[in-house]
């Protein structure tokens, strides 16, 4: 069974810089693709980026595209998001999953079986 644990969050200034965790446990870390999604107030989930399972693919959202860098370590079992210069519309509940997920479908929340508890992100203007 695949466990998903997002650390890193917390409560940051507009321009500032951090780093989420998304600790993977279970069968085969290299199997799985890790999609980062997020979910504002009062707004839907939606996708910020994603790494395949061989990391040759990645893929970000249009609005974070320059300023978020996903990353995955095979040694420690875990996915990073760095996000840097953070806007206020950055703010939201960030979500990591994984799923045996085609690069087509990277983007696609549906298409990840697994999904962590989720960490706040709150930037502050």
């Known amino acids: 069974q695949v466990q998903l644990v997002e650390s890193g969050g917390g409560l940051v200034q507009v321009g500032d810089s951090l780093r989420l965790s998304c600790a993977f446990s279970g069968p085969i870390f290299s199997d799985y693709s890790i999609g980062w999604f997020r979910q504002a107030p009062g707004k839907e989930r939606e996708f910020v980026a994603a790494?395949?399972?061989?990391?040759?693919?990645?893929f970000y959202t249009d609005s974070v595209q320059g300023r978020f860098t996903i990353s995955r370590d095979a040694a420690e079992s875990t996915v990073y998001l760095q996000m840097n210069s953070l806007k206020f519309e950055d703010t939201a509940v960030y979500y990591c999953?994984?799923?045996?997920?085609?690069?087509?479908?990277?983007?696609?929340?549906?298409?990840?079986?697994?999904w962590g508890q989720g960490t706040q992100v709150t930037v502050s203007s």
């Open positions: 999953a994984a799923g045996l997920v085609s690069d087509y479908s990277l983007g696609l929340d549906y298409a990840y079986k697994y």
């Open positions: 790494i395949g399972w061989k990391a040759t693919s990645i």
